[in-house]
């Protein structure tokens, strides 16, 4: 299942490699594609819309559904 996301707040590397890490932990199998310059964040996993805007939000960043 494909999830998007606009993250305003993720505006450099280490933002994209902390949302990929914390996603990663959660869901290993998890497939993030992350684009600073547009704020757009992709996750490919079998989980729930609101589960992987948790995860996000725990690390401090405002993901609102694409």
């Not at 995860?55 to 405002?62: F, L, W």
Request: aromatic fraction near 4%; charged fraction near 15%.
């Amino acid at each position: 299942m494909k999830h998007e996301f606009t993250v305003a707040d993720m505006t450099c590397g280490h933002c994209v490699k902390t949302i990929t890490t914390a996603i990663q932990n959660k869901w290993p199998s998890a497939v993030v594609v992350a684009d600073t310059a547009t704020h757009h964040l992709s996750v490919n996993i079998d989980a729930d819309n609101a589960a992987v805007a948790a995860v996000v939000t725990e690390e401090g960043y405002t993901p609102v559904a694409a």
